[in-house]
């Protein structure tokens, strides 16, 4: 009896302990999908604001694959960083961004851009992360990094 005993104990504490392993992290990538919709990060521009300030714009592309109409603004979270510090956002959803809120609809795809203040010239981390408390990241993007 005790031998089964130690024989079922041991099957047991490998199938334990297997399961602690957990599901291997995803590669980020710089598109971000989150319920039918998807954010392609695309290319970087340092500019300055009408008010003088020193930003970062950001391209992207959004695609609603659903069958509701949907709004970029409110399909994902983006937030950038700098020096692991979350940045400024700057986006005029009544001006240049505006994009940002137009109604797209199941299909289609819109250009769309997102823009921070920058603190220096480092380099410029962009997370997409889901539109929940949580934020979790889907996407992410580096830009001017430097050479070291």
């Known amino acids: 009896m005790k031998n089964v005993f130690v024989v079922v104990l ?19 990538t710089n598109i971000g999908e989150y ?3 998807t954010l392609e990060l695309l290319d970087a521009t340092k500019i300055v604001t009408e008010d003088g300030i020193q930003a ?7 695609t609603n ?25 700057l986006s005029d959803i009544n001006g240049s961004e505006e994009s940002l809120v137009r109604e797209i609809k199941n299909g289609q795809s ?11 010239d480092s380099e410029v981390e962009v997370l997409i992360g889901t539109p929940t408390a949580d934020m979790e990241t889907v996407g992410r993007a580096v830009y001017f990094a430097t050479e070291e």
């Open 10 to 28: 041991t099957v047991f504490l490998l199938v334990s302990l297997t399961g602690c392993g957990g599901e291997t992290p995803k590669e980020l």
């Open 35 to 37: 319920d039918e919709c």
């Open 56 to 62: 970062v714009r950001v391209n992207a592309t959004y």
């Open 65 to 89: 694959n659903g069958a509701d109409p949907l709004y970029a603004s409110c399909s994902f979270a983006v937030r950038g960083f700098q020096n692991d510090v979350e940045m400024n956002d």
């Open 110 to 120: 819109l250009s769309v851009s997102f823009v921070f203040e920058l603190t220096d």
